[in-house]
């Protein structure tokens, strides 16, 4: 007997409750249905907006999976302002980006380990916002103080903001689309960061690598959390086959005795592959793997029914984020 997308939806928000803050200001998944009895559906919570996401490749055949869950959402909590659709396989970007269920008014902003992150729930296909990174923004919080960092394909610039309020010294963020930086300065702003111009480039990541490369611009901290495939008239990016590339690319422009943070969420790279890329990167002994940082709980789905893809194994997911120590030359 199949369980009904009511009770799945029943069991995942009990198993989440203590993520529901009070002032109704955070973000996290409320339902993976990869991983908890419903493919097609998944659903996150943006502090009182939530976004439904049809991955029915059919999208009709999940439609009304959407209305099950919108009328379950609605009636367990009556708290929620807002409701969006992004639908992964619908015929127009207006489809994809998201369309308003119901409220007419979208959060602007989430609340994480006491940090502001401005979000656009219909900025793109995401949501402006990665929660499966939620570990990791804590972890540069609690490791940024007095340091020099580098946030590459920085999106809409959530680490390089983690690290400002863990009291970094300069935070540098590079991304292709000015428009996600702009959302990174509207970070800023809610935190009373200072912004200063020149740290906000957007700019193409292999020119900008090489720009600094040329000035002898060096950091403490590099993140770097490529797209999974991206082609430019500068170069390309494919997680599936170049990661110790784009790695190999950017190793000198960290400090020594300082930190890359790599993250590759390719599904179909496994966690031994990835794992065997960098620890071939290891060999020559300026690169060493300090941590792995898991993906939360609620992204990955609590009690997960059935097998991932491919196995993501030492990591928990198939967002794959590394921390290595630098040894310079």
């Known amino acids: 007997m199949t369980t009904s997308l009511t009770s799945l939806l029943a069991k995942s928000l009990a198993a989440r409750a203590m993520l529901i803050d009070p002032s109704h ?69 207006e489809e994809k980006r998201g369309k308003l269920l119901f409220g007419t008014k979208l959060d602007r902003k989430v609340k994480e380990h006491d940090t502001w992150y401005a979000i656009d729930l219909l900025l793109n296909r995401d949501s402006s916002l990665y929660l499966d990174t939620r570990n990791l923004r804590k972890w540069i919080i609690e490791n940024s103080r007095e340091k020099s960092v580098l946030n590459t394909f920085a999106y809409t610039g959530s680490f390089g903001v983690a690290a400002m309020k863990g009291g970094a010294r300069r935070v540098v963020q590079v ?45 403490d901290c590099v993140f770097i959390d490529p797209p999974f495939f991206s082609t430019t008239t500068k170069g390309k990016v494919d997680q599936v086959n170049e990661s110790a590339r784009l790695i190999n690319k950017i190793r000198p422009l960290i400090n020594d005795g300082g930190h890359l943070v790599a993250i590759n969420n390719a599904l179909f790279v496994s966690g031994s592959e990835y794992m065997h890329t960098l620890e071939l990167l290891c060999k020559d002994g300026y690169l060493k793997i300090k941590e792995l940082i898991p993906v939360p709980e609620d992204f990955t789905g609590y009690n997960p029914v059935g097998k991932p893809m491919t196995d993501p194994s030492p990591f928990n997911h198939s967002t794959k984020i590394a921390v290595l120590d630098v040894k310079r030359k």
């Not at 490749?57 to 992004?86: R, Y």
């Not at 740290?199 to 900008?208: G, K, L, P, S, V």
């Open 25 to 93: 200001e955070s973000a996290f998944r409320l339902f993976n249905g990869f991983t908890e009895g419903c493919p097609d559906i998944v659903i996150d919570l943006y502090a009182t907006t939530f976004v439904i996401h049809n991955y029915a490749q059919d999208p009709g055949h999940g439609v009304v999976l959407v209305e099950e869950a919108c009328q379950f959402l609605n009636t367990s909590m009556n708290w929620l302002s807002a409701g969006i659709l992004k639908t992964r396989n619908g015929t127009t970007q």
């Open 175 to 219: 991304d292709l689309n000015r428009e996600f930086l702009n959302i990174a300065r509207a970070s800023y702003t809610l935190n009373g960061f200072p912004i200063q111009k020149g740290d906000f480039i957007a700019r193409d990541f292999f020119e900008q690598v090489g720009n600094m490369k040329r000035t002898n611009n060096h950091f």
